[in-house]
């Protein structure tokens, strides 16, 4: 196999993608190129919001250069690691990501999970757009209005989302060269006056800050755990397991523990506190502006990079739709993306001014669902030892019952309420602890949870037997 040739899948060579969630079968898979599997993440994550979660580290979490490079390092590696495995069940199997939860959550349980992830879709790309909006924004002098730069930004998704697997790929290939240039510009710029920040807090107040930090930094990471198998799914069934996970894995830890210290390192390089008050963009803008026409330049790149960051959301928003039941399925998958642009854009346009806030509290209910999900979804593939019957996907009568893995998801969410601290709500373990800021157990609460109810559940829960697929 050829890896530098990629021959065109018949069915996206002109035009639109006809394929939704259908299983792609092995000899209908002629997506070669597996270092995509580096670009796209890579172009993905390669954006001004990951900079903007790394600036949070210092001023809203009070940790330290130590903590928050340790916090980056770790939590990154632990969120990218679902995302990774679950891109090898793409080729090995022909199906999307949300299509292999019907082999844990059975038919019925996996449009709860499916929901969910549509809800995710969405909140991410409300966050990215409303983000390259708010840049725009002010680099106009509040001339081109927030409103009309998420319209902006959503068309330009929505041409590339829309048209299908192929042209996201494509696009994502090389949408990551000049946000590599503009990034290693503002490092260049920044780190001669870096001055690594003390930590403010101790004892239990500061590991109460470094595992909240933790949970935004996994949130972001684990977020691209409910799509990952969309992205491979054309490629081919003996392509390497090895390479495909290292590639994946590359493409998502890499650009973020990278950007997030390119966060921290801004936030302790002399600017006053002011200076990031706009959130977002600001952690840019602040190095950027003093370069005059070119710094303009260089935040307006930096924000229509942000499309580079929603087209996956959109695309795989389309095919989680499709996993909502039959009726679903009919409606064509780039219709559902059109739709989809339009809900983001909405929620968008009302969150207009919040962005710290909607990036903090979002990442954290992302990973709330996202840790109990995948720990089910692994110990699923460990349990069944990787053998699937591919083709039982869209037969209800050929999948499990899913009452274990809809137990376990509950009593994930159980796990998640004592241990959840956010603005809206404190969960009674995260209350007892109480540092300053709230000490966020929620995602490790539910996914230990989950992953004890899962093992104790699965054994008497109706499991349909499935053919040997390795």
């Not at 092995?26 to 172009?43: G, K, Q, Y």
């Not at 809203?60 to 990218?80: D, Q, R």
């Not at 998420?150 to 994502?172: D, F, K, N, P, Q």
């Not at 966060?263 to 005059?292: D, H, K």
């Amino acid at each position: 196999m050829s890896e530098g040739s990629e021959t065109t899948d018949a069915q996206a060579t002109r035009g639109l993608e006809r394929w939704g969630i259908e299983r792609v079968g092995p000899h209908e898979r002629h997506h070669r190129r597996l270092f995509d599997n580096f670009t796209l993440w890579l172009s993905a994550n390669l954006v001004v919001s990951t900079v903007a979660l790394g600036g949070l580290a210092v001023p809203v979490y009070h940790l330290g250069f130590g903590e928050a490079l340790s916090a980056i390092v770790f939590f990154n590696v632990l969120g990218t690691l679902p995302v990774a495995f679950f891109a090898t069940l793409g080729p090995r199997l022909g199906l999307r990501q949300m299509t292999l939860s019907r082999y844990a959550f059975g038919w019925t349980g996996a449009k709860i999970v499916a929901f969910f992830n549509v809800v995710a879709c969405i909140g991410w790309s409300a966050v990215g757009t409303l983000l390259a909006a708010e840049i725009l924004n002010a680099l106009s002098a509040r001339s081109f209005p927030v409103a009309a730069g998420v319209v902006t930004v959503a068309v330009l998704t929505a041409l590339v989302s829309i048209y299908g697997y192929r042209y996201v790929h494509l696009y994502e290939r090389y949408a990551w060269i000049p946000m590599a240039v503009v990034f290693l510009l503002i490092a260049g710029l920044v780190l001669p006056h870096f001055r690594p920040p003390v930590p403010t807090a101790h004892g239990v107040a500061a590991l109460g800050d470094w595992i909240s930090f933790g949970g935004v930094v996994f949130g972001a990471a684990i977020g691209w755990s409910s799509y990952a198998a969309d992205y491979t799914a054309h490629q081919p069934e003996e392509a390497s397991r090895t390479r495909i996970f290292a590639l994946t894995f590359a493409g998502v830890a890499l650009p973020c523990a990278l950007l997030q210290f390119l966060g921290v390192a801004i936030t302790g390089a002399g600017y006053p506190p002011a200076a990031f008050a706009g959130g977002g963009g600001a952690y840019v803008a602040v190095v950027l502006r003093p370069l005059g026409l070119l710094g303009s330049v260089l935040l307006a790149v930096l924000a229509f990079g942000m499309v580079a960051n929603n087209i996956p959301n959109d695309y795989s928003l389309g095919l989680s739709m499709q996993v909502l039941g039959r009726r679903f399925q009919k409606v064509p998958r780039p219709l559902w993306t059109f739709l989809g642009a339009v809900s983001y854009v909405t929620i968008a346009l009302f969150a207009n001014g919040h962005f710290d806030a909607l990036l903090t509290n979002f990442l954290l209910v992302m990973a709330y669902w996202l840790g109990p999900w995948s720990v089910i979804l692994g110990l699923e593939h460990a349990l069944r030892r990787g053998r699937y019957d591919p083709e039982a996907w869209n037969d209800p009568r050929r999948l499990p019952s899913g009452g274990a893995a809809l137990a376990a998801m509950a009593a994930g969410f159980v796990g998640v309420a004592l241990g959840a601290s956010q603005a809206f709500f404190t969960g009674p373990l995260a209350r007892w602890l109480d540092p300053p800021h709230g000490l966020d157990l929620g995602f490790e609460l539910g996914s230990l949870a989950a992953a004890l109810a899962y093992m104790a559940l699965r054994p008497w829960s109706s499991t349909v037997p499935s053919r040997p697929h390795d």
